[in-house]
């Protein structure tokens, strides 16, 4: 099983500034990588896939970047809205695996 | 408008079974590959099955294999998750996700169901 690792658990930021967040892959996954916004008492949402490509509708501040095992997903302004928990998963490989999550809340 | 909406939790003690429900609408549904992934109470994610297409790629997690079993019904445009032997742990709400690409068995998932919670409790 290939093993997701998201780091920061939390990241404290303030309106309007950059966010990085990392998932890191036990294993390389190539650029079989998405990653999912969700809110409370909502659904995860998919912001990107391919490492890279954004999803239907999702704001050019998201960008997706990386492959084989480190990627990064990089909010570039946060905006209210975007405060919320961040899910990477990998889908190279048999099970599906998702990384344990980062927490952006406001600073 | 493309949706999933999932049916059938509840509350069920350890060693009883359960069938989850999950209706398509708004898109081809025997075009994609469909999923069921869990979240247990203020946890993260898991992925628990997947079926292909034409049910002809199944897979499942180590923690429900034997246990459940994923079918779908594309004249239904429906996916079902029969759950058999259920403990403490399965307890989560359940969703339903739809395979980005065609045809291809695993991929991002971009459209999700709200969910049915499943409680396994005496």
């Known amino acids: 099983e290939i093993v997701m690792t998201q780091s920061p658990a939390t990241l404290s930021v303030s309106p309007g500034e950059r966010a990085t967040l990392s998932c890191r892959a036990s294993?390389?996954?190539?650029?079989?990588l998405a990653w999912y916004q969700q809110k409370p008492g909502q659904a995860p949402r998919l912001l990107s896939y391919?490492?890279?490509t954004r999803a239907t509708g999702i704001p050019a501040r998201f960008s997706g970047s990386g492959s084989g095992t480190e990627f990064t997903l990089t909010i570039s302004s946060l905006q209210s809205e975007d405060f919320a928990v961040y899910y990477c998963q990998q889908y190279n490989n048999w099970p599906l695996t998702f990384g344990g999550g980062t927490k952006v809340e406001i600073k | 408008e493309v949706q999933l909406e999932e049916s059938g939790g509840g509350l069920v003690q350890p060693g009883r079974s359960l069938r989850l429900s999950c209706a398509a609408s708004g898109f081809t549904f025997d075009d994609y590959a469909m999923h069921w992934v869990r979240q247990a109470p203020g946890k993260g994610l898991e992925w628990v099955s997947g079926?292909?297409?034409?049910?002809?790629?199944?897979g499942y997690a180590d923690s429900v294999r034997g246990r459940f079993t994923i079918s779908r019904d594309n004249a239904k445009t429906s996916l079902y998750l029969q759950m058999n032997s259920l403990r403490a742990e399965d307890t989560a709400l359940y969703y339903c996700?739809?395979?980005?690409?065609?045809?291809?068995?695993?991929?991002?998932?971009?459209?999700w169901g709200q969910g049915t919670m499943v409680t396994v409790s005496s």
């Open positions: 996700a739809k395979v980005l690409p065609m045809i291809l068995v695993s991929g991002a998932f971009d459209i």
């Open positions: 079926i292909s297409w034409n049910s002809g790629n199944i």
């Open positions: 294993q390389s996954v190539s650029s079989n």
């Open positions: 391919g490492a890279y």
